[in-house]
Structure formats: C-alpha cells, structure tokens
C-alpha cells in the first residue's frame, strides 16, 4: 500500500519568485488527493509532480491573500478541461464564498454550469471529515492587525480577517499545516503529539516557535514560505540552541510521507 504524503508544491513567500511558486500542498491518502491553498503556479506544479487532477476531492483555502489562492479559478479550469464530473468541494473562509463564486462567474466559469462544484464554508466547530482524515480549522492571527480594521472599517467592507491553519488527523497520525499566521502562539494551544509541523515561516519569530516545539515533542518540523532573505543559517543557529533536531526546509515538490 502506498504510504500517505504531503506534499508542498510552492515555497515562495508572498513575493513571486523566480525559483520557487507560492503556496499550495497536497494532502495524499492513499491515492485520494486534498489540496490545501492554490497560489500562483499551483497547477502546472500539480501536474508536473505527477498527481492526477481528477483524484482531488476537496480543496481547502486558508485565507483570501492572492499567494494562496490566485490559482484557484484555474484549477477548477483544469479539471473542467480535463472532464471533470465527480464531486469538488471547495472549502473556503467565510468571507471568501460570495466574492470567489462572484469571480467564477466572471470569469465564466458559472457554478451552475460546473454543477460538480459544491462550496462549503469553513467553521471552526465542524471539522472536515474525509477519506478517514479529520481535518480541523484553526482559526488562527494573520489577517487581524489594526491596518486591515481601518480599510474594511473606513470602506464598509465585507471583510472578516479570517485565516486558518489546519490540524489533519489520519491514521493515527497528526499533520499542522500552519498557512500564514499572525504570530507562532496562534499554534501554541495544539502542538501535543504532532508527527510533521509545517510552518509558513513569515510573520512568526521562529527561535519561539522551536521552543514551544522542542517542549510539546513535535517530531519534525517543516519550514516553508521563504522570500529571498531567508537565512537558513541563522534558523539552524536557533534549531540548535533550542535542542530541535527534526528540522527540514521546504522546497517546490518536497513530499513528506507519514
Ligand atoms: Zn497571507
């Protein structure tokens, strides 16, 4: 039986680059495929890995920044070109569902023509359950700072600053994939027992991250999301001096199997 992956397929910060993509991961049970987030580039590194498109069954979006889900009405393309006609259900933050299936129709792609799309809204008291897996939203920081407030305030906006991280439980073995945070205490309260900690290493302080890590015993650790100033050196540095000895760099196409 093959085991069960996860697989990053973009480890660029928010800044495109040139030798990275942006965000997106795919969560392999067995053949049966999740993607988590749809940053630029998502698609074509899809394929380029070798999954099949018509295996994903879900797709879930952490948040509405474009690194994360830009590609998303172009994955949908992808599979409508391909024949798609099982079920995708499309999970998104709240404040995503009006102004994604609004795009969709933009941009043609009229959900009530793609009738094998089902939106589902992502709530933090109803875990996602497939294939086996739980997959719990975290609620998590990231989008809740003071300039956001005083656009969507000031604009009377729609805006809700929700962003999640994702705690995937399968076969008895625990998955954090992290998506961007506000700070590394969004992740404080669920690191017990964690296998693999993949961490979207921007906007947190990385050396407390370890600590919390190193003390909760979380097996290894994952860093992804780099921009081009990232000092892997330094991370070491701080890996060492908090006793972390599972740390691991992300890179586009990197798969983890558990
Ligand atoms: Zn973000």
New binding site residues.
């Given amino acids: 039986m093959t085991k069960n992956s996860f697989t990053i397929l973009g480890s660029a910060a928010?800044l495109p680059r040139p030798d990275r993509i942006n965000s997106g991961y795919v969560l392999d049970l067995g053949g049966r495929l999740i993607q988590f987030d749809c940053g630029g580039g998502v698609p074509s590194a899809f394929r380029r890995v070798g999954f099949d498109p018509l295996a994903v069954e879900r797709i879930i979006i952490?948040?509405g920044?474009p690194?994360?889900v830009c590609d998303l009405p172009l994955f949908v393309q992808m599979l409508y070109l391909l024949g798609r006609e099982e079920l995708l259900v499309i999970h998104l933050p709240a404040e995503l569902m009006e102004p994604i299936q609004n795009l969709f129709r933009v941009m043609y792609l009229f959900p009530e023509k793609l009738d094998w799309i089902e939106f589902a809204s992502i709530d933090e008291k109803s875990p996602i359950e497939v294939n086996g897996a739980t997959i719990r939203p975290i609620p998590n920081s990231?989008?809740k700072n003071e300039i956001n407030e005083k656009y969507i305030s000031e604009n009377g906006l729609t805006n809700r600053m929700e962003?999640y991280s994702y705690l995937i439980e399968t076969d008895g073995k625990k998955i954090i994939y992290s998506?961007?945070l506000g700070s590394e205490k969004d992740l404080f309260n669920h690191l017990a027992g964690i296998d693999f900690l993949v961490v979207e290493s921007m906007?947190i302080d990385i050396g407390s991250l370890f600590e919390a890590a190193d003390a909760n015993e979380v097996r290894r650790i994952v860093l992804t999301h780099f921009d081009e100033n990232f000092d892997a050196h330094a991370v070491m540095t701080l890996a060492e001096k908090a006793g972390v000895k599972n740390l691991f760099f992300g890179s586009d196409g990197l798969r983890l199997e558990f």
């Fill in positions: 928010g952490s948040h920044h690194d994360h990231h989008l962003c998506a961007d906007h």
